[in-house]
Structure formats: structure tokens, C-alpha cells
């Protein structure tokens, strides 16, 4: 594998300067890019901007417990690693080195179907520790299904399907880098992977969206009745859909609009949270990502209702500067940002988080 020096970060506040140095312009506008006029993307930091969190003094905490549970499964941190499709573009360690990082930090981590390792490779490079399949459905069922049996046999343990992106969202900083996501890019699935249609396509005197039926809630079902992992459903942004995706069976929701790259103007992950939360009332559980750049951002989530919360950009850059090392540095260092916000707001462990510790601003 070839090598490159790493460019070095020493705080969560560095890391996207340092990967903008390390990656190529047109690479950099895939990494970067949102849809439209990325106003969704903005959004979703701005979002965390209308919280605040109280802190407490001489709350007697001396040690603190970042732990949870995803699915049953325990993990050392309330953060995961979001799935990021090719990754092998930002370094060469791409998924290999991600995998291995987040296993050290003891993290869960979910890896795409336009991964540029296999899944194999990567269950290899993790054979220890939760890690969780992205799936994109395929234009034919019978591939999607040979994925999935493909992850269940590496040993993931859980399908996670993004249900957001039946086409992919016009995205204009991609355009005008003039990067595109297609059938050329390498994919460690293989040949018969494919990615989601970039567009809508005018056929007739109708717009087609390149296959013979669209994608609906039945997906779910034939999913889980062709494997025994758990089905989580990604791309939640209202109760309806999470009322919806429970009544198909689905054991958890990811609230998220893709990080701004779908639709743009659909609402910020962390707006819609409570609603999700509110609709499932404990049914199944709820996560989130999009925006989260922070240890403290964590904490908004997860007092808000978040059973854990995705990392999604801050991650790829953190492997565009340093490989596996610098991904691993990058979780050390959101850990220690975490555990010292829940020690300035009296909190010792996140299974007994306390939601009265996050306030809207102003309040």
C-alpha cells in the first residue's frame, strides 16, 4: 500500500484545515458538497447553534462513563463512525484503516455498499467490535440480496438501509468540480454494485428514475425476510416515517438527511429529533447524524433522545489527514471533548444522561 505523509492535527477545530491541504480540489468537492445550495448542510450546524448546555457546580463527578449499548451490543462511546462511501479517494487505508481506528476506540462503525474495500477486508481488518452494513438498494433485487448475505456472512450485525436516495440530490459543487459518482469510481463490492442513479432521467413525457419500480416500505420487508440481522432504516426526518418504519419491523432509525447531500431545505437532523423520539416512544432505537462536530454536540443529541449519534465528515477528513492514526486521533480527542462536557455538566455516566442538562438559546 502506498504511503504519504500525514498532515498533523492537534485539536477537533483543526482537522478539516488539515484534510483541505491534503486532499485534491475535485476530491475535496465530493467530501465537501451538499445539495443545491447546501443550505441543509448549513442548517444542520446551525441547529446545534439554538442549544445550550447547563452547567453544574460541585456535582461531586470524578469519574465519568462514556459507555452505551447499540442494538444490545455494548461500546465504549456514544459516537460511531457514519457510513462515508469511497473512502479509499481521501488515503490509501481508506475503510481498512477507518475500521481499525474505530475498533481500538472501542467504537461502533457502519461502512457503505460503495465502500472501496470489500466487506470482507474489512470485517478482517475489524474481527472483533460492532460494525454495522450500509446498504443502497440495487436496481435488482437479487443483488441486494447477495450484499446483504455477503455482509451477514462477514459478520456485521445489522443491515442499515438508507431509504433517502432513490436518486441522488443535485449537488452543485460536484458539478462544477466536474466529480461525479459512477460506475468508473472502484468499488470493493465489485463490479455488480452499483450506485444510486444521479438523476432523474426525462423519458417520454415523464421523468424515470432508471428502474422498474421505485423503492417503497416493502423493501423492509423482503430485507428482513431474507436475513436475521436487525434492519435499521437511515434518512428518518418526521414521526410518520418513524411510525412507518417501525410498523415494518425495523429496530432502529437514523434521523438524517444525508448531510445536507439529498434534498436541500429538508429540515436539520437534531430539529426533527424530538419528534422521531416522540413517535417511537421507546419502541426501537433512535439515531442521528449530520453536524456533529463536537463532544458537546454529542451531548445536545443525546439528551435530546439520540441513542448514539453519527460522525460523518469530521471523520473523512480526519482519514485524509492521517490515515488510520489520525482517525484514531480524532476519536481520542471528540472522547475527551465529550467526557469533559459531561463532567462541567455533573453528569458521570452516559446511560443515566440527564436531558434537563440541555436548554433551547435563547431560553
Known amino acids: 500500500m502506498s504511503r504519504r505523509k500525514a498532515v498533523r492535527f492537534v485539536s477537533l477545530s483543526d482537522v478539516e484545515e488539515a484534510a483541505g491541504r491534503a486532499v485534491p480540489e475535485r476530491i475535496w468537492s465530493y467530501v465537501m458538497g451538499g445539495a443545491g445550495t447546501e443550505w441543509t448542510d448549513r442548517a444542520n450546524r446551525a441547529e446545534f447553534d439554538r442549544w445550550v448546555l447547563r452547567p453544574r457546580v460541585l456535582a461531586g463527578v470524578s469519574k465519568v462513563d462514556l459507555s452505551t449499548t447499540v442494538l444490545g451490543e455494548t461500546v465504549r ?25 474505530a475498533a481500538r476506540a472501542g467504537a461502533l462503525a457502519m461502512f457503505s455498499t460503495l465502500s472501496s474495500a470489500s466487506p470482507e477486508a474489512i470485517a478482517r481488518a475489524r474481527p472483533r467490535g460492532p460494525r454495522w452494513f450500509q446498504l443502497y438498494l440495487q436496481p435488482e433485487w437479487e443483488a441486494t440480496e447477495r450484499l446483504v448475505r455477503r455482509a451477514e456472512k462477514a459478520g456485521f ?37 452499483v450506485p444510486p442513479s444521479r438523476g432523474p432521467e426525462f423519458e417520454g413525457d415523464s421523468y424515470s428514475v432508471g428502474r422498474r419500480y421505485g423503492e417503497s416500505w416493502e423493501a423492509v420487508d423482503r430485507l428482513r425476510s431474507v436475513t436475521d440481522l436487525p ?10 416515517d418513524a411510525r412507518l418504519a417501525l410498523a415494518h419491523g425495523a429496530a432502529g432509525v437514523v ?18 429529533l424530538p419528534e422521531v423520539v416522540r413517535a417511537v416512544r421507546g419502541r426501537a432505537e433512535v439515531y442521528l447524524d449530520g453536524g456533529v462536530r463536537r463532544g458537546t454536540d454529542v451531548l445536545v443529541a443525546l439528551a ?6 453519527g460522525i460523518g465528515r469530521p471523520l473523512l477528513w480526519a482519514l485524509a489527514a492521517g490515515g488510520g492514526a489520525g482517525v484514531e486521533r480524532y476519536l481520542s480527542l471528540l472522547a475527551t471533548d465529550t467526557a ?16 434537563k442538562i440541555v436548554a433551547p438559546w435563547p431560553g
Open 231 to 240: 434492519v435499521v432504516v437511515k434518512g428518518v426526518l418526521g414521526g410518520a
Open 340 to 355: 469533559s462536557g459531561m463532567i462541567l455538566t455533573g453528569q458521570s455516566a452516559i446511560r443515566h444522561l440527564d436531558p
Open 77 to 101: 462511546a456514544p459516537f460511531y463512525v457514519a457510513p462515508t462511501a469511497y473512502q479509499g479517494l481521501v488515503h490509501p487505508e481508506g475503510e481498512v484503516g477507518m475500521a481499525r481506528a
Open 157 to 193: 450485525g445489522a443491515i442499515v438501509l438508507t431509504a433517502d436516495t432513490p436518486v441522488l440530490g443535485v449537488r452543485d459543487r460536484q458539478l462544477r468540480s466536474g466529480f461525479a459518482i459512477d460506475s468508473s469510481l472502484p468499488l470493493g463490492g465489485g463490479p455488480g454494485v
Open 304 to 309: 435530546l433522545g439520540a441513542r448514539a449519534v
Open 255 to 272: 434521523v438524517s438527511n444525508h448531510g445536507g447531500r439529498q434534498l436541500d431545505r429538508s429540515p436539520p437532523a437534531l430539529a426533527v
